[in-house]
Nanobody, 121 residues
Framework: QVHLAESGGGLVQPGGSLRLSCAAS????????MGWYRQSPGKERELVAT???????NYADSVEGRFTISRDNAKNAVYLQMNNLKPEDTAVYYC???????????????WGQGTQVTVSS
């Protein structure tokens, strides 16, 4: 009943930029927060950036100063502007939304399908 659609991944040279987009659709009361995570082969999924509703943004140390997370609440969307990309940023990037569902007094996590980001010369 809740779907997250991601886009914006691709191949970019080191030092280049990409902008990831994610939009939530379905039936829900509110979005408590949205964020981005990534996973590389042989590694666990890790936090990249999150933006809680009414809270402070936070970034992984490895992307601080290079990535910027933003949200458009009217579109139920979250974006990740990635600048000065490095080969170590290569991963599948996943959008996550923490959502308050209708008729339920609880919060649930929803994930996008993932979008591949490859940084290589």
């Amino acid at each position: 009943q809740v779907h997250l659609a991601e886009s914006g991944g691709g191949l970019v040279q080191p030092g280049g930029s990409l902008r990831l987009s994610c939009a939530a659709s379905g039936s829900f009361f509110s979005i408590n927060g949205m964020g981005w995570y990534r996973q590389s082969p042989g590694k666990e999924r890790e936090l990249v950036a999150t933006m809680p509703t009414g809270g402070s943004t936070n970034y992984a140390d490895s992307v601080e100063g290079r990535f910027t997370i933003s949200r458009d609440n009217a579109k139920n969307a979250v974006y990740l502007q990635m600048n000065n990309l490095k080969p170590e940023d290569t991963a599948v990037y996943y959008c996550k939304a923490v959502i308050r569902r209708m008729y339920y007094n609880s919060l649930n996590d929803y994930w996008g399908q993932g979008t591949q980001v490859t940084v290589s010369s």
